[in-house]
């Protein structure tokens, strides 16, 4: 078993459409919005080789490098921002040797 440290920045792009599941005349989603978030990452693994595969599990943290806020539909005034986002993941790899022998 090994441990592996990773650091990073990274973009997550996406497009949020909101929806309504209230019944009333007055309740309507906002139109679509396209938003863009920068992030830095930290994580550390626990990485298990098995010949020429390996199995990891770790822990990672964004960290935003930036201020982003959701506005609440009906709510006025009301904001939320991101702060920072643990995580997790697992990974199975298959290695090769590029050089034929």
């Known amino acids: ?6 650091a990073g920045l990274g973009v997550l ?3 949020a459409q909101a929806s309504i599941v209230v ?3 007055q309740a309507h989603p906002l139109a679509r919005q396209d938003f863009e978030r920068v992030y830095a990452l930290a994580s550390a693994l626990f990485e298990w080789p098995l ?3 390996w199995i990891a599990a770790g822990a990672d943290l964004r960290i935003p490098l930036q201020t982003t806020s959701y506005e609440v539909a009906g709510q006025s005034g009301t904001r939320v ?3 920072l986002s643990p995580g997790g993941s697992l990974e199975l790899g298959i290695g090769f040797d590029p050089v034929a022998r």
């Open 13 to 15: 792009w996406g497009q």
């Open 81 to 83: 921002s991101s702060a």
């Open 51 to 53: 010949g020429p595969a």
């Open 1 to 6: 078993m090994r441990v592996r440290l990773e």
């Open 23 to 25: 019944d009333q005349p």
